[in-house]
């Protein structure tokens, strides 16, 4: 099954394709969409990582044949009262790098007791402008107060996760996937798509299967 998603940032190509292996569905192959780089870009206007994952998945599968998933994720810090939530890629503004983002949560952070966050990660499943299905993932965690760990991207410095005593940038991509939000909305993704596949093949004439 080849299955396009809609994305530009590398390192999440990277993690859906490890995904993929990683969860068992090596039948599965991850592609970015072909026509990404000359499309115009969504706008996302959505309120919640949700609705900016339904309306890219809606958007961009009408640009092609096959399967198409979108996700939108993101760092969710009580003590910045949910920020920088759905705008987590572009905090420190447009074309922020990682450092950038994580320098201004850590300013913003600065002297806030309350160090409670949570990664959230909304994938939504579409095939030529229609949603067939939603899928959510979150991991809890501490806010540390400087970076830690050089694997990962984005917030995965700052994020511990007290069940291994580490950050998220300090697990390897195997390790990563079975506890973050996006390994746990990806997982759900997965199945879902097996199942799909399993009942198509149950319901086909035994002349057709393969």
């Known amino acids: 099954m080849l299955l396009h998603c809609a994305t530009t940032n590398a390192g999440k190509l990277a993690e859906f394709r490890q995904a993929a292996r990683y969860f068992g569905a090596d039948w599965c192959i991850v592609e970015a969409m072909p026509e990404m780089g000359r499309v115009a870009p969504c706008e996302e206007t959505g309120s919640s990582f ?3 994952a339904i309306e890219k998945a809606l958007y961009y599968s009408r640009h092609t044949q096959e399967l198409l998933f979108a996700d939108d994720s993101g ?3 009580d003590a910045l009262d949910g920020a920088p939530g759905i705008y987590s890629a572009r905090y420190a ?8 983002n994580n320098r201004l949560v850590l300013d913003r952070m600065r002297g806030k007791p309350n160090r409670a966050a949570r990664f959230v990660c909304v994938v939504a499943l579409a095939r030529q402008g229609e949603i067939i299905g939603v899928f959510s993932g979150v991991v809890e965690g501490l806010l540390l107060t400087e970076p830690r760990g050089a694997l990962g991207f984005g917030y995965d410095p700052l994020f511990h996760y007290p069940d291994l005593g580490c950050t998220l940038a300090e697990l390897d991509g195997d390790r990563k996937l079975g506890v973050s ?7 759900a993704l997965f199945r879902f798509l097996a199942s799909d596949e399993a009942s198509k093949r149950a319901t086909r004439p035994a002349s057709s299967r393969r």
Not at 93 to 100: F, L, R
């Open 75 to 77: 760092l969710v810090v």
């Open 50 to 52: 949700e609705a900016n």
């Open 93 to 100: 503004g447009p074309g922020a790098t990682d450092a950038d």
């Open 181 to 187: 939000h996006r390994g746990r909305a990806l997982l």
